[in-house]
């Protein structure tokens, strides 16, 4: 008799695989003496994963993957020989805490990305940014706490979501750099040669810069964000990656266009800053209502899938 299907197809055989497989790394790991970060183990994991969609999924194809990473044993040790040659660099050179304050110098990946802005399982609102120094916000984490997901509501999260919607949410960041960029030209010739880019508490202006460097910083700041969703897209990861990818740059690009807004207000005089607070708001808002509408779209259509699934095997009796 074949093994059930998982939600998304894949034989649960080949999800046994994978467990029994990480379940062995970690027997090999203590065995070592050496302990692997969570981190480290959730983005093996999501590697796999990423594996197996351009697989039939069945046992065979996840035992194949799994080959590929070698033996459990000789995994962990290559962990334990890489802490024992520079503990510094396994566990603090590349992350760690600096005054209490996290930082992570490795390159950064979509699949750390992804998972720094929405996971749901994780109860933490403030994580490790996913590069560089500081926290950034689990929006997963909020949507549980605002009742407005569940940690579970997603088998794999968007992974149920329409190809064409998953899609569609780069729409969202390219819309608010072509906003920016008609922004940009229509003030260029009515703003100054020196242009004011930072402001105090109270809203009067601080800091001046020349308009060429304000307004490409501002681009740079919409753009490369944006560049790097889209290369995402192009390489056709999955959803998760896709989804979380359009969030972050939604977030950079609303941001980016309340700051040229701000400085386009105060150069024509204009008082306060309102501007700023609204792409500020945009930074944290948007990328929130993005991720969660999504996840949502795709907790419903598991559930269609399910029921239907369920409807199927009924009549099949």
């Known amino acids: 008799m074949n093994d059930p299907a998982r939600g998304d197809g894949r034989p649960r055989d080949a999800d046994a695989a994978v467990d029994a497989y990480f379940a062995q790394l970690s027997t090999a790991a203590e065995a070592a003496g ?32 799994l080959a590929e990473l070698g033996a459990p044993e000789a995994l962990a040790r290559a962990f334990a020989a890489a802490e024992a040659e520079d503990p510094a660099s396994a566990h603090l050179s590349t992350t760690g805490r600096v005054l209490g304050m996290p930082y992570d110098v490795r390159p950064p990946t ?6 720094r802005v929405w996971n749901p399982t994780d109860p933490r609102i403030l994580v490790p940014k996913a590069f560089g120094m500081g926290w950034t916000i689990n929006f997963g984490a909020v949507a549980v706490k605002a009742h407005l997901v569940r940690p579970d509501d997603e088998d794999d999260a968007f992974a149920a979501v329409p190809e064409g919607v998953v899609t569609a949410t780069l729409a969202a960041p390219v ?61 056709r990861r999955r959803a998760f990656n896709r989804v979380a990818a359009s969030a972050v740059s939604l977030g950079f690009t609303v941001m980016s266009l309340g700051f040229l807004a701000q400085t386009v207000v105060s150069t024509h005089g204009g008082t306060g800053m309102w501007a700023t607070w609204i792409g500020i708001g945009g930074l944290v808002i948007l990328p929130f209502l993005l991720l969660v509408a999504t996840s949502r779209l795709g907790s419903a259509a598991e559930r269609r899938r399910d029921l239907a699934t369920t409807s199927s095997k009924g009549r099949a009796r």
């Open 34 to 65: 050496t302990e692997i970060g969570a981190e480290e183990l959730r983005e093996l994991r999501a590697h796999i994963e990423d594996r197996l969609r351009s697989t039939h999924g069945t046992a065979a194809d996840a035992t194949a993957v």
């Open 110 to 115: 979509a699949d750390r990305v992804a998972l």
């Open 175 to 235: 819309a608010v750099v072509v906003a920016f960029g008609v922004l940009a030209a229509t003030s260029w010739s009515r703003l100054p040669a020196t242009v004011p880019v930072h402001w105090n508490a109270a809203g009067h202006v601080d800091g001046y810069s020349s308009r060429g460097a304000a307004v490409l910083g501002l681009a740079l700041l919409a753009v490369v964000p944006l560049l790097a969703a889209t290369w995402v897209h192009a390489r």
